[in-house]
């Protein structure tokens, strides 16, 4: 593949804390070479601010590799940017063009109020997790691992819903900021397993009334967050999840 | 003065009599400690979770915006268990056996084999949690081979079991905040150990948000924080992967062990430029199909589809014909960069060399025409029925690398290079899990104890899950048992303010440098004096070099650092200059410990010391200890040797010929 450096524009927001309005600031880059990751280009940007005795650009990211979940940023108005099935921190530089101008944003959704710049606050969905998303199993109750065989399309379906890395682009890109299909992965992977049968109802019931609280919005079937999703979650989990919470509506104790 | 307390009697028995007669606590006794958990990947949230579940009152910490953020998660290959479900002739002596051997002879009895012991119960542990390991069409657990092992005793969920044992842990930890038993802290980091008395009674740590310094309580403290690969700068470890917090507790009276014994993984996309921030691994599960190889002839810049197979040197079969493909990590690396230095490398950098899988898929094709009995088959329709296969099995893999790179690994060989990957050494403790200072305890990366000189694949998610849910359970109470009748200190104690002093004036003194170098640029040059001259190959004259230039860039640091925002506020660049700080620190004990072990073992290559065919050549009458250092000063650590001993195992020279 031939390589090349651009020259580009950066708008990027910038908001000093949660009470500050915020808005956005223009920065120049050169030579950016197009082997580069798109962090390792804000990297770039932000030695020169600090040489320039100017802050450095506050962006959350961790392990580079797209599995941490961390990163974050709508890039030209898309969470992680164009390429498909894909996170901001595997996004490359060849993805753009000499003379470009790249808008740089932080999630927007009440739920996920901006800690700094680019950061924000997701640990409404540590709390969602909290709510139900786990087997209430303690340690040393279990047997041996193969007394329960399972079948393997469903752990396969399974794993594709524990897939999910908890980045909050589905919420970023849905108009309504619903966590659906965040929600609908956790539901999802434990109720395709025996071991999540037991609390099944509980479950989806008390998950959904955490993320209601949480301030996340409804579900439109727009499909914009399975299209975004860097794991390419399946709306399917959404059905799932609709059908687990009918059913435990219906069955509920009263 | 180091005692391990290793248990007496039979290797068999130590661990099953330790659990019979170590001290326990009554349930109304559990509810009035309270235990710190720095870290929350595999061994911090397997603690919390399971030391939560037992009842004791436990805070967790971590950095991240969240708990299941931590780098446990970017593990990619499998976690071995001596379950033996393939009936292959595995058990808990074969994995002890492989991992002590794996490890050059340089890691306990005692700890391994509790560790292989214990590996089984971890398993079902998981599965019970809903971790959705890969299944066979019978329903049943799927295994692999791993690390050049001669059973299949690797459980995996495709190429991310990291994570899934990850969300797992992360789950129970979560259930243990929803009932009350856990109290998370997210963006915090633990900036010092709180020692009072000679015992450990809490910590100071800094919500990084708000940048304000807490005081917290503990009657113990375990320190989950993982390893310090990112002394190297560039590594595969997760950016902000740092080796404070057992630094501190290194600087407050803990011994480090073995900090030089640093794991080189052989397979890693190499670096692209200056601009590099990190590399990115690629799993050792491809060396079960792909083949490694260099040009023949020197120099050579065409293409690699245009050397022709007589020209192409696969030096690991070559050099390794029983093993070949599939030699441990440390061997293969060292391999690697001999063809490079040699002038073999390929690429712009000419500091990679070929993992090329164009036989696999035409194995793999045939076997599919074979299968599927098709007739009047054409070369090309070969290589895509194979291509189909290897996607199936290495897809999420060829997929970063083609992210990555730009290249497309299905039609050119993938290019590698080694990289720093994990480190064997870390904070010295006890058979209990305890460091030097009582009441403090290290599990998973973040201690020496387990992996000797190398560690084989699939083994650091075993042990991060193994010290955290089935051995820390049970050691902490026999500390803990004793404390029931100390109350908890009120953290207006004197030492508790006086730390808060020492951390707030350092943080203060680090604002007010006001320097002209960035943190960044002074972190690359750390990295690139540990990588040049403690990195793959050591030795004595690069290594006196190298402490010399690194106390000089110690000196450079404090008196020319620039950091930019306030100290009242988030900011990254801050924090990321306190690691920075102590990983200087760190380097230079690095050096000074791969400079007093005059031999080769695992990981550990000292130049002067290899066979006649440039192997490692231990040096067993001299070195058959841990190298244990206490921190005396700036500059000064005083070397403390724990003998290995070994009772059922006869070390001798590896050999993969």
Wanted: net charge negative.
């Amino acid at each position: 593949m031939e390589h090349y450096n651009m020259n580009l524009t950066l708008k990027v927001w910038r908001q000093k804390n949660k009470e500050d309005k915020g808005g956005f600031q223009t920065f120049q880059v050169k030579d950016i070479s197009s082997e580069m990751s798109f962090l390792e280009m804000l990297d770039i940007l932000n030695e020169q601010l600090i040489n320039e005795g100017k802050d450095a650009i506050a962006f959350d990211h961790d392990c580079r590799e797209g599995i941490c979940g961390t990163c974050s940023l709508y890039i030209n108005g898309k969470p992680h940017g164009e390429w498909k099935g894909n996170t901001t921190c595997q996004l490359h530089m060849r993805a753009f063009k000499d003379g470009e101008t790249i808008t740089i944003e932080p999630w927007r959704a009440n739920a996920f109020p901006v800690i700094k710049d680019l950061v924000v606050d997701r640990s409404s969905f540590d709390r969602i997790i909290q709510a139900g998303g786990y087997v209430s199993v303690n340690t040393g109750n279990a047997m041996d691992g193969n007394c329960l065989p399972i079948d393997k399309n469903r752990a396969d379906d399974s794993f594709a819903a524990a897939m999910c890395i908890g980045c909050g682009a589905c919420v970023a890109a849905c108009k309504n900021s619903s966590a659906m299909l965040f929600v609908s992965a956790k539901v999802s992977h434990l109720a395709l397993l025996p071991q999540g049968e037991p609390e099944k109802r509980s479950r989806v019931m008390n998950m959904i009334a955490q993320m209601d609280k949480e301030g996340f919005g409804a579900c439109t079937n727009t499909g914009a967050c399975e299209a975004t999703c860097p794991k390419e979650i399946s709306l399917s989990n959404i059905s799932r999840l609709n059908k687990e919470y009918l059913f435990a509506s219906l069955t509920a104790d009263k | 003065m180091l005692d391990a307390k290793i248990p007496a009697g039979e290797l068999n028995n130590k661990w099953t009599d330790y659990k019979g007669h170590c001290k326990l606590v009554n349930p109304a006794n559990k509810r009035k400690l309270e235990v710190i958990v720095v870290g929350t990947g595999l061994a911090g949230a397997s603690a919390a979770a399971t030391l939560g579940e037992l009842g004791y009152k436990v805070k967790t910490f971590c950095f991240q915006d969240s708990p299941r953020r931590a780098h446990s998660i970017a593990a990619q290959g499998g976690i071995n268990a001596a379950k033996n479900y393939q009936n292959d002739g595995d058990s808990v002596f074969r994995l002890f056996y492989d991992t002590i051997k794996g490890g050059d002879y340089r890691a306990r009895e005692g700890n391994v084999h509790r560790l292989s012991e214990v590996s089984g119960a971890i398993i079902d542990q998981c599965v019970a949690q809903g971790v959705p390991f890969a299944r066979e069409y019978g329903g049943l657990l799927s295994n692999r081979s791993f690390g050049g092992t001669q059973v299949q005793r690797t459980f995996y969920a495709a190429g991310q079991t990291g994570q899934q044992l990850l969300i797992g842990a992360y789950q129970a930890l979560e259930r243990q905040i929803s009932l009350g038993n856990v109290t998370q802290y997210s963006r915090h980091e633990m900036l010092d150990v709180v020692v009072i008395d000679g015992k450990t009674r809490g910590i100071i740590a800094k919500d990084l948000v708000t940048g304000k310094l807490e005081r917290h309580f503990g009657h113990a403290v375990l320190l989950c924080t993982g390893g310090y690969g990112n002394v190297f700068y560039l590594s595969t470890n997760a950016m902000a992967s740092n080796a404070t917090a057992i630094w501190k507790a290194h600087r407050k009276g803990a011994f480090m062990g073995n900090p030089c014994f640093t794991q080189i993984h052989p397979t890693c996309i190499p670096v692209s430029g200056d601009h590099q921030s990190k590399l990115t691994l690629m799993s050792e599960s491809l060396r079960n199909d792909g083949r490694i190889w260099v040009p023949k002839a020197k120099n050579d810049t065409r293409k690699a589809i245009d050397i022709p197979e007589e020209e192409r040197d696969y030096y690991l079969e070559r050099r390794y014909p029983a093993f070949g493909n599939l030699v441990p990590r440390d061997v293969a690396s060292r391999a690697a960069k001999e063809r490079c230095d040699e002038g073999y490398g390929v690429g712009s950098s000419k500091q990679a060399v070929y993992l090329d899988f164009s036989a696999a898929i035409v194995r793999y094709g045939k076997i599919e025409v074979s299968k599927q009995g098709l007739e009047n088959i054409t070369e090309d329709q070969i290589i895509v029925l194979g291509k189909e296969v290897v996607k199936e099995k290495y897809g999420n893999l060829f997929d970063m690398y083609e992210k990555i790179t730009g290249e497309n690994p299905y039609e050119l060989p993938m290019r590698i290079y080694p990289a720093v990957h994990y480190t064997m050494g870390g904070l010295w403790v006890d058979y209990e899990l305890m460091t030097t200072v009582p009441g403090l305890y290290a599990l998973g990366e973040a201690n020496f104890s387990d992996h000797g000189a190398n560690r084989l694949g699939a083994s650091a998610l075993m042990q991060g899950l193994a010290d955290g849910y089935f051995v820390i359970p049970y050691t902490i109470g026999n500390f803990l048992a004793d404390e029931i009748y100390n109350k908890p200190i009120t953290v207006d104690h004197p030492a508790f303010v006086e730390a808060e002093k020492t951390v707030s004036d350092r943080l203060n003194t680090l604002m007010n440098v006001k320097g002209k170098q960035s943190v960044e640029s002074l972190h690359k040059r750390l990295g690139k004096i540990m990588w040049e001259k403690c990195g793959m190959a050591r030795n004595a004259e690069g290594l006196k070099q190298a402490i010399v230039e690194i106390q000089q860039l110690k000196k450079e640091f404090w008196s020319d650092v620039k950091i930019p925002g306030e100290i009242n506020e988030f900011n990254p660049e801050l924090d990321k200059a306190g690691r920075v700080a102590d990983f200087i620190e760190l380097g230079e004990l690095m050096c000074i410990d791969a400079l007093n072990r005059e031999e080769s073992c695992g990981g550990h290559f000292r130049e002067e010391h290899q066979t006649e065919e440039g192997e490692a050549l231990r040096h067993d009458d001299k070195f058959m200890y841990v190298s244990t250092w206490e921190s005396k000063g700036e500059h000064e650590w005083e070397l403390h040797k724990e003998e290995l001993k070994y009772d059922v195992i006869k070390p001798s020279q590896r050999n993969y010929k």
